[in-house]
């Protein structure tokens, strides 16, 4: 059997993680960027004190990594957020090369697939979109501030940028039903289900 590799992406708030959970529910495992980083940065984890002495500013009283001060000093100042991405970056590298080596199926959520050319590295690569005022009202009502949200879509590529690079391109404007016939059509498509 053909190995194959799937990586979903998509810009904050366009409902990526949406898609990893319907894919989820096919009794198919996502591997999730987002939360492998959580893990690296958690107490024990492989990274924690080196994140804690790059920014010592973020331990809270538990001795815990405070990821919503993380997340305020790197979406404010591009150099910490290349600190923090080379230190956590080599171990989903490690993970994604590993995985693909080892298993017939391998799909994966990674926000920055393409700004951090993680993209190199999977056959078929699902961006998952929205209209901006889409993205906004979803982000706005998780109590995100607009300046915020600004500062998130400014580290990532542009949905046209992205749509260039992605093998497939899934727009989520309506409702859950339509994005799950999207996705199972295109699970279809690509051999999955």
Do not use: W
């Amino acid at each position: 059997m053909p190995k194959i590799s799937l990586a979903i992406t998509g810009t904050i708030g366009s409902g990526k993680s949406t898609v990893s959970n319907i894919i989820r529910k096919y009794n198919l495992t996502v591997y999730d960027a987002d939360v492998e980083s959580k893990k690296i940065l958690a107490k024990n984890g492989p990274g924690y004190l080196k994140c804690l002495e790059l920014f010592p500013e973020v331990s809270d009283p538990d001795g815990n990594i405070d990821r919503q001060k993380l997340a305020q000093i790197i979406f404010n100042d591009e150099e910490k957020k290349l600190q923090l991405e080379a230190l956590i970056h080599p171990f989903i590298k490690a993970d994604i090369i590993a995985s693909i080596a080892n298993k017939d199926l391998f799909i994966a959520e990674i926000p920055l697939l393409f700004e951090k050319h993680f993209d190199k590295f999977f056959i078929n690569k699902l961006l998952v979109t929205a209209d901006d005022d889409v993205i906004n009202k979803r982000l706005l009502a998780r109590g995100m501030t607009q300046s915020e949200i600004d500062a998130r879509i400014a580290n990532q590529l542009s949905v046209e940028e992205k749509s260039k690079l992605a093998t497939h391109v899934i727009k989520n404007n309506q409702d859950l039903t339509s994005l799950e016939d999207q996705v199972v059509q295109y699970l279809h498509l690509i051999k999955i289900l």
